[in-house]
């Protein structure tokens, strides 16, 4: 199935407005979730909590990719991530969550899966942009957060049509069967519901990459469209509704791949 451009109309569903989301979170609520807007203040939220669950607690852990399984799992995923553990209010995340937050087909109440978010400062986004945060579940080879659980995006420990939508935020890249990861996706995923996917684009080569930091942080083989991404959930695409790519002119330096659209099964 060819899928839709973003130039063509969208079905036809009531936005999420302000008043609706009032009174489905309530007015204290959602005042207290929109200063989590300001991202100083989601950085000081997510901080303490993190303080609090790894530094009191003690509770990051891992998910074991146990040697001699068939994971596509990219080498050296975990212990890259580890090193990013404390970018806590994911930034980079509003170039996912916002234009997700006003698309017509999604309820505040929506049931989000937010795959590889590292710490909650995308999950913490996703409640500051008008979802519901206890219908908000993160999913990740590494957690200290009782809100993201343990697990492979390859296999993942949800049933079919378990989720409304689902964010694959600089995660995809992390895989050497993106395509299988895909297939999981569209089975957790509702038809008709929405899958985001980001993806960083740099101008280095990966042998520079490798020279600088010894390794290589993601899949041998790089993401290099929103095509691409496209073509890994193959005839399960059904409507674009959003795709950020990097112009022309910016191409000397790091920026992001975003596609943002339905699926039908």
Request: proline share 5%.
């Amino acid at each position: 199935m060819k899928p839709r451009c973003s130039g063509e109309p969208a079905p036809a569903n009531l936005m999420p407005n302000p008043s609706q989301i009032r009174r489905s979170k309530g007015l204290l609520r959602h005042t207290l979730d929109q200063l989590l807007l300001v991202d100083l203040i989601r950085f000081a939220v997510v901080a303490v909590r993190y303080l609090w669950f790894v530094g009191v607690r003690r509770q990051l852990s891992t998910h074991d990719l146990k040697t001699g399984t068939d994971t596509p799992v990219a080498k050296h995923t975990i212990s890259h991530n580890l090193k990013g553990l404390r970018d806590l209010a994911v930034n980079r995340s509003h170039l996912l969550v916002r234009p997700l937050s006003v698309l017509e087909t999604l309820p505040v109440d929506a049931r989000i899966l937010s795959i590889g978010p590292r710490s909650e400062g995308e999950l913490f986004n996703l409640a500051a942009h008008g979802f519901t945060l206890k219908n908000v579940t993160g999913l990740d080879l590494i957690s200290y957060s009782p809100r993201v659980r343990l697990g492979d995006m390859h296999a993942m420990r949800f049933d079919d049509d378990a989720f409304d939508a689902v964010i694959l935020g600089w995660v995809l890249a992390y895989s050497e069967d993106p395509a299988r990861a895909a297939r999981e996706v569209v089975r957790v995923t509702r038809s008709g519901g929405i899958v985001a996917v980001g993806v960083e684009y740099s101008p280095q080569s990966q042998e520079d990459i490798v020279r600088e930091l010894g390794y290589l942080p993601g899949a041998s083989k790089r993401i290099a469209s929103c095509e691409e991404i496209l073509g890994f959930f193959g005839d399960a695409v059904d409507h674009v509704y959003f795709n950020h790519v990097v112009a022309a002119r910016d191409r000397n330096r790091v920026g992001s791949l975003c596609v943002i659209f339905s699926i039908v099964k």
